[in-house]
């Protein structure tokens, strides 16, 4: 059964760098997104990504967050300049449709920043 | 603005018994309802979900019910078993066609053997 993949698992980064996350979505998928897991808390949304274009981002997704589908496979998440508040764990879904359709999450990428 | 309340926050039960977690929403042109089991360190994983034109919704020993009118929505889960422990999350999906998923806070159930 495919999968959504993510890498790397575990990034470790200092206070001010940029990081990128990676994410492979299921091949037939047409809606990304980005959410993300504070340890302990809920799950929340950042950003829902279709044709190219941001269709809708959460206050969370500021300046500092851009995303970007760079070849006809990966979806990636950059931070340009974390703060230790961006500590988290970041998932990426995909979903055939935006609307009422399954996501489907990958194992997720956890970021430390120190 | 969106908002998902889950309760209750821990669920303990006897394995063979019953339990039922409940999500309120804000947004009443909410028009998709999942819910995702997590267990410790893993993805989300989709188990069971339900759309605004139906009530009810059944998957073997999992079942989704839906009051629009309350703008609640509860998981059943039967005959539980160890292994149904987990942290489950529900979610709803605001008006519009982004897909985005508002959460609820989790409900960690451990299921006793």
């Known amino acids: 059964e495919p999968e959504v993949t993510q890498t790397p698992s575990h990034q470790v980064t200092q206070m001010g760098q940029e990081v990128i996350l990676r994410c492979v979505p299921i091949?037939?998928?047409?809606?990304f997104y980005w959410y993300r897991q504070i340890l302990g808390q809920k799950v929340e949304f950042l950003v829902s990504f279709y044709n190219n274009e941001i269709s809708e981002k959460s206050e969370i997704f500021d300046d500092q967050f851009s995303v970007e589908r760079p070849d006809g496979s990966n979806f990636t998440l950059k931070i340009r300049s974390t703060k230790l508040e961006d500590s988290a764990m970041y998932f990426c879904a995909s979903s055939e449709l935006g609307s009422i359709r399954e996501q489907y999450f990958g194992p997720g990428t956890r970021l430390t920043v120190t | 603005g969106e908002n998902v309340e889950q309760h209750p926050s821990t669920l303990s039960v006897q394995e063979g018994d019953s339990a039922v977690i409940k999500c309120t929403y804000s947004?009443?042109?909410?028009?998709?309802f999942p819910w995702y089991k997590q267990e410790l360190g893993k993805r989300p994983q989709l188990i069971i979900d339900i759309r605004s034109n139906v009530g009810e919704k059944k998957d073997q020993r999992i079942a989704v019910t839906l009051n629009k009118t309350a703008k609640h929505f509860s998981l059943h889960i039967t005959e539980t078993q160890p292994e149904d422990s987990a942290v489950y999350f529900c979610?709803?999906?605001?008006?519009?066609?982004?897909?985005?998923?508002?959460f609820g806070q989790g409900t960690t159930l451990q299921v006793k053997p």
């Open positions: 947004d009443s042109a909410s028009n998709y």
């Open positions: 979610a709803a999906s605001p008006s519009g066609n982004t897909g985005k998923l508002i």
């Open positions: 091949s037939n998928h047409l809606y």
